[in-house]
């Protein structure tokens, strides 16, 4: 179902923008270490979509993390949960108070058309889900 993303996809390609909302991707398995959403990112810019991650982590923690994985999109640092509350995807249900592990497709004016989000939080998206429906419209 289409709705509006709390915030404009002001960092998205020409198409859109692939969000990522993580726990942490220092210990998540989407990034790290096979990287799958980092070896997709070239595939995600020729559809015309840039990626971006968010996680609770610090700008320091994000900066060293990206550095040392070579990360080819954007981490976006949200300690204070702001937008992880906005898009409605804080899971308080694990004890933990971390976003649970979602994959957001927003179109440029900011709708969101694709949602990817596995049952259990210990679960992480299949990027390869994503690659698949945007390749398919």
């Known amino acids: 179902p289409r709705r509006q993303a709390p915030a404009p996809a002001i960092i998205g390609g020409p198409n859109g923008l692939i969000l990522l909302f993580s726990q942490s991707l220092n210990g998540d398995h989407t ?35 990206a550095k040392r994985r070579s990360l080819k999109f954007r981490t976006l640092s949200d300690p204070k949960k702001a937008l992880i509350q906005a898009f409605d995807v804080l899971d308080k249900t694990a004890g933990y108070d971390l976003p649970h592990p979602i994959i957001f ?32 419209e």
């Open 31 to 65: 990034v790290n270490p096979g990287g799958r959403l980092n070896k997709q990112n070239e595939n995600f810019k020729k559809l015309g979509y840039s990626v971006a991650t968010v996680t609770p982590d610090t700008p320091t923690k994000l900066a060293r993390f």
């Open 105 to 136: 497709v927003i179109d440029p004016k900011g709708t969101i058309t694709h949602r990817f989000s596995p049952k259990y939080y210990t679960e992480r998206p299949a990027v390869q889900e994503v690659l698949q429906a945007l390749r398919s």
